[in-house]
């Protein structure tokens, strides 16, 4: 088993950057494909982006591509996201999430990850 906390959330301007960092506790963390989810008040949970257990293959939502870059330290047990060019509509709380199954690499569908951070406040000011 694995446990997830996330860091780096905050307020921010539009235009503005944040990165969020995962830590993993675990010695099996390199076992498992991490994924980041964010989910707005009155919505849905939503895919933001995913990584491979290597950092070999990351997929990221449309809404987010080109702005968002998904990174993995396997020696810091860490996940991050790096966020710029932030818009209002990213604001949200933002969870990291871990699957250990090694089908499909990388996993779009929250219902697919067991284990969960307690999630971090992102807000983003227009």
């Known amino acids: 088993q694995v446990q997830l906390v996330e860091s780096g959330g905050g307020l921010v301007q539009a235009g503005g950057s944040l990165r969020l960092s995962c830590a993993a506790s675990?010695?099996?963390?390199?076992?498992?494909?991490m994924g980041w989810f964010r989910q707005a008040p009155g919505k849905e949970r939503e895919f933001v982006g995913a990584?491979?257990?290597?950092?070999?293959?990351?997929a990221y939502a449309d809404s987010v591509k080109g702005r968002f870059t998904i990174s993995r330290d396997n020696a810091k047990t860490t996940v991050y996201l790096q966020m710029n060019s932030l818009k209002p509509e990213d604001t949200a709380v933002y969870y990291c999430?871990?699957?250990?199954?090694?089908?499909?690499?990388?996993?779009?569908?929250?219902?697919?990850?067991?284990?969960w951070g307690q999630g971090t406040q992102v807000t983003v000011s227009s």
């Open positions: 990584v491979t257990r290597t950092g070999d293959n990351i």
């Open positions: 675990g010695r099996t963390y390199s076992s498992y494909a």
């Open positions: 999430a871990a699957r250990i199954a090694a089908l499909p690499p990388v996993a779009t569908m929250w219902s697919m990850y067991p284990y």
